[in-house]
């Protein structure tokens, strides 16, 4: 029982990290209706800001996860004006192209600018082991999860009480009833791009100490968030957290008790699952949105 | 729909100038890239004639044409099936995995049906690579036989070239006499307004059934030969990046053109090879990431819309042909 | 809706083009100045394992920077080297070999690094008749038949066999777990290393793999210490090696069980494994810095010098023997006739390579390996004395 435990406890942290990277892409499609391949480079991006910031400038730890922070976001508005802004209303397969373009420029552009070495992120908070009931992990992981579960908290309250949260549910809802309330579009989809990439580049943050950082990790990540973005239907945030979560606990058992290798199946096996039973996603209700 | 003569003079006279191109530019290495050249057309056109035809989208295209390249394979080096035998099977074999993609798939559009796709896709990849007692996994298949014609093994890489372009030209007369038959005007009508061509009594179900298994299928031989070819295959070959850029040969030409997915896959094949020389190793791939969006940018009917804009201000047409 | 329509006339123009633009590609000019020797280097530059390469290719410039200056081969005349990626895959790297054989006309090949190019490219390279020295490829049976195709670093049974011989008879270890990476290399170590140790009678207890580029082995771990070995056994790249051990440290595992290759002993881990790796045991080819070998130490002085930025490691040291023998045999040979610079590699006895001395068996292979155990201990690697000559068994 007890390594049952332990391994639901893995499942748990990576679902809180793969949320964090899912909710801004489940956000971006629900407002501007784009997929963006690019969006693991935006955590990847975010990782080597802390590098840059931490590491290289050396600079207080938290200054540098808020520069990171504020890098990511910025980054995501110049790519929402230059990339996808002059592409609104095309075919959809443009988008995914051009977003496709995108991966593999900032990718290969990290690669040049940092060099393909992996580097490591100290952080002040080392992975110091710990024990609980027989349950190992470190201190870090317990706080990735527990500022995680606080920025979704935070992310929730603000699609949910502000005026800017109610545009964005507007214009996920209805696109031309938005534009006939007034509601100034242009803007709030390029706060929904800086807040949706800022999210990713947080996830980039939160990891980036905790693994190895790379210019090609972005890559692997990004499919999996879609696989949770689907599962957790497209646009719907609530969706994508728990289908992070039941990812990551699915993925951490089947790696337990299966294998490894077999793990990386599992994602787009329950994404296929979940679209032949329930096509709108796992947290919806009524009618489906755009499937 | 008229059947113009003239246009398939001007088939045959491009069929015969590629055909004599090997013996004209004898330099292997290029030789070798026109072979590559072939490959992506027939997977351009392939999906195509999902993409294109049907108006489905699909990012598993890689996937069909690495089990095709598996299949083959194996039969091949297993089994000892003859190359002429192992191809048609590949074949098969991709067009029944498409089945299994396509049934569920046939509810889905859009975004949805892309990322399912894409999910599929990556399966496909890590069975193979897991499957290492039948598969050999990551160790991949090698020593994969040349097809033997008669007395003759098809190892020159002027007769691969030739075989390579018999493909090719199978390929675009398989996609010309479908977009004259009746198939192409029920699958336009899907393409453009499913629920407006259920209504007239298309079949939409067996349209985009046909669709999908048809361009597997397609896409399946083109693996077979392909691994033949290059005589080892692993499965990191057939990703989803590889898909991707499929994808892009589609669009890139002009959704629905037939000359438009030839160039664009022979450009976008060459451009690779060509920026070698100019740009070292990651920028040459930022370069080209950056020449994807360009394109996807200003040309967003693609190579063949582009021309037709050029050719519409040339010569003013009356009457736009279907 | 018109995009369908068949443009037979622009058939005939785009072919045209393509004529127009193929001619462009065509052979590259003339003869060029001062007569340069022209070899190949073909490795992954981009791609997951592009910093091997770049440590790969560093290695062979030492190497060949030294000859060009100090006068040159063949009365006087430089090498040129010319790099092509073949980014991992197979197709690329055939492309690439072409191109360096047809287009730049070189008389010899470095490359490739991953065992599943090589198997494509010895074929093109057994086709023109140019010698091809590996790079890597590891894989145990890839020289065997191919007699343009020599390796000068380790294969996987040089590596392991030897190794884990001595933990298990020497070292008495008998609970066997082994951590393999889901690749050609990790694979085939995989096979070795269980086929090996149960011969000399340990107990495999569990086989675990993962794909590389995973970031979360928590639950292999977890399984892995419910198990309770005396030793894993891990070949992995450094990037996972890191993160492995700081995952087992996280759980509680005493990491001097782990016993590795690959990653595991590349100077740079105890960056990204930040004091994880304390304790770790390693089947070290090239111990950076032997003081009894000169060129070992010529090495690692020189990759200080020019390249800063990496810490001198076993990937400098393979390319560097193979460059250099690739250079000698151009020497003895007298010419740079590819075949006769093919028979001068394959009598390569006695010479003195950072690994070793380098000599070649009958099938291509490299018989001067000696595994040098060591322990990783406050951040430096620590060789425990012990010599294990795995060539020549």
Request: aromatic share 8%; proline share 4%; charged share 15%.
């Amino acid at each position: 029982m007890g390594i049952f435990i332990q391994q639901v406890v893995n499942g748990v942290v990576n679902g809180g990290i793969y949320s964090l990277i899912a909710v801004g892409l489940t956000m971006i499609f629900g407002v501007l209706d784009i997929i963006n391949f690019a969006h693991g480079e935006l955590y990847m991006i975010g990782a080597y800001l802390v590098f840059v910031f931490a590491v290289l400038l050396k600079l207080p730890f938290a200054l540098a996860c808020v520069l990171s922070l504020l890098g990511g976001a910025a980054l995501g508005v110049i790519l929402e004006r230059v990339a996808f802004r002059p592409l609104q209303g095309r075919p959809m397969a443009n988008q995914l192209i051009a977003s496709m373009g995108l991966s593999i420029v900032l990718a290969n552009g990290s690669a040049m600018i940092f060099s393909p070495t992996p580097r490591h992120i100290p952080s002040p908070f080392r992975d110091i082991p710990l024990e609980v009931w027989g349950v190992n992990f470190s201190l870090l992981r317990v706080l990735i999860l527990v500022i995680s579960v606080a920025i979704i908290v935070g992310l929730t309250l603000f699609v949910n009480r502000t005026w800017i949260g109610l545009a964005m549910r507007t214009m996920a809802q209805d696109l031309t009833t938005s534009y006939l309330m007034g509601i100034d579009t242009r803007r709030v989809r390029q706060i929904t791009f800086a807040l949706g990439s800022a999210l990713a580049a947080t996830a980039g943050v939160l990891v980036g100490p905790l693994l190895v950082v790379e210019p090609h990790m972005g890559g692997v990540a990004v499919l999996k968030a879609f696989a949770i973005v689907i599962m957790g239907g497209m646009g719907n945030i609530p969706g994508a957290i728990v289908a992070a979560l039941i990812l990551g606990v699915a993925e951490s058992l089947a790696a337990g008790y299966i294998g490894a290798g077999f793990k990386e199946v599992i994602a787009f096996t329950l994404m296929i699952l979940i679209l032949l039973v329930k096509p709108s996603g796992i947290l919806s209700f009524g009618t489906a949105k755009k499937v | 729909m008229k059947d113009k003569p003239s246009a398939w003079l001007w088939w045959l006279v491009g069929l015969a100038l590629a055909a004599g191109l090997p013996y004209i530019i004898t330099d292997a290495y290029t030789q070798h890239l026109l072979i590559l050249c072939c490959f992506n057309i027939v997977l351009a056109l392939s999906l195509n004639l999902l993409i294109g035809f049907a108006g489905q989208i699909s990012f598993a295209h890689a996937a069909f044409f690495g089990v095709g390249a598996y299949t083959s394979a194996l039969l091949a080096t297993r089994l000892g099936i003859s190359f002429w035998l192992a191809l048609p099977a590949g074949g098969v074999m991709s067009a029944v995995l498409s089945l299994l993609i396509g049934l569920p798939s046939l509810r889905l559009r859009g975004h949805y049906l892309a990322i399912a796709t894409l999910g599929f896709q990556e399966i496909v990849v890590i069975v193979i690579s897991q499957w290492v007692s039948l598969t050999r996994g990551p160790m991949g298949i090698t020593g994969i036989p040349k097809p033997r014609l008669g007395r003759l093994t098809i190892s020159a890489l002027e007769h691969w070239y030739l075989l390579a372009l018999a493909l090719v030209a199978l390929t675009v007369l398989f996609m010309i006499r479908v977009s004259r038959s009746r198939l192409a005007l029920e699958l336009l009508a899907l393409r453009e307004n499913e629920v407006a061509a259920r209504s007239m009594g298309v079949n939409t179900v067996k349209m985009k059934l046909i669709a999908f298994t048809g361009s597997a299928f397609v896409a399946g031989l083109a693996g077979g030969v392909y691994a033949s070819y290059i005589n080892s295959i692993d499965p990191y070959s057939f990703t989803v990046w590889v898909s991707a850029i499929i994808i892009l040969m589609v669009y890139a030409g002009g959704v629905g053109s037939i000359v438009g997915g030839i160039v664009s896959a022979v450009i976008l094949t060459l451009l690779p090879e060509f920026l070698r020389p100019i740009a070292e190793d990651q920028f040459r791939m930022v370069i080209f990431g950056g020449v994807l969006i360009l394109i996807i940018m200003f040309m967003p009917e693609g190579m063949a819309g582009f021309f037709e804009k050029i050719r519409g201000r040339l010569v003013p047409r009356k009457f736009p042909e279907v | 809706m018109s995009r369908t329509r068949i443009k037979g006339k622009s058939a005939a123009c785009f072919l045209l083009s393509l004529l127009f633009t193929l001619s462009l590609a065509g052979p590259s000019s003339g003869a060029e100045a001062d007569n340069p020797i022209k070899i190949g280097v073909c490795m992954p530059i981009t791609g997951p394992a592009a910093v091997i390469a770049r440590d790969s290719i560093n290695g062979v410039m030492i190497a060949v920077d030294d000859v060009n200056n100090s006068g040159g081969l063949l009365g006087g005349r430089k090498i040129k080297i010319i790099k092509e990626d073949d980014g991992s895959q197979p197709s690329q790297g055939v492309s690439a070999i072409r191109k360096l054989i047809t287009r730049d006309k070189v008389v010899g090949v470095l490359g490739n690094l991953n065992s599943s190019v090589c198997i494509a490219t010895r074929n093109i390279c057994k086709e023109y008749n140019i010698p091809q020295l590996a790079l890597g490829c590891s894989m145990d049976s890839l020289v065997e038949g191919y007699p343009y195709f020599f390796r000068v670093n380790t294969n996987n049974s040089f590596q392991s066999v030897p190794f884990i011989r001595w933990l298990v008879k020497d070292q008495g270890r008998k609970r066997i777990v082994i951590l393999y990476e889901n690749t050609d290399w990790g694979l085939n170590l995989k096979d070795i290393s269980a086929q090996v140790a149960q011969k000399y009678g340990a107990q495999i207890l569990l086989q675990e793999g993962y794909t590389p580029g995973s970031s979360d082995y928590l639950p292999v771990l977890s399984n892995i210490k419910k198990a309770d070995p005396d030793l894993i056994l891990s070949a992995a790249m450094i990037t996972e090696a890191a993160i492995i051990s700081r995952q087992a440290r996280e759980l509680g595992i005493d990491r001097s069980l782990i016993a590795g290759w690959g990653g595991w002993a590349q100077t740079d881990l105890h960056d990204l494994a930040d004091g994880a790796e304390e304790g770790v045991l390693i089947a070290d080819i090239f111990p950076a810095g032997d003081p009894q070998n000169p060129a070992a130490k010529y090495l690692v002085e020189e990759v200080k010098k020019r390249y800063p930025d990496s810490q001198p490691n076993v990937y400098h040291a393979q390319s560097y023997d193979a460059a250099l023998t690739l250079i000698n045999a151009i020497k003895s040979a007298g010419s740079d006739d590819p075949q006769r610079i093919r028979d001068a590699v394959a009598a390569t006895d006695g010479l003195q390579g950072s690994l070793g001395k380098i000599k070649m068996d009958p099938q291509g292979q490299n018989l001067g390996i000696t595994i040098y155990p060591s322990r990783w201990k406050n951040g430096k690697l620590e060789l425990t004395g012990v010599e294990i000559v795995a060539g020549e068994e």
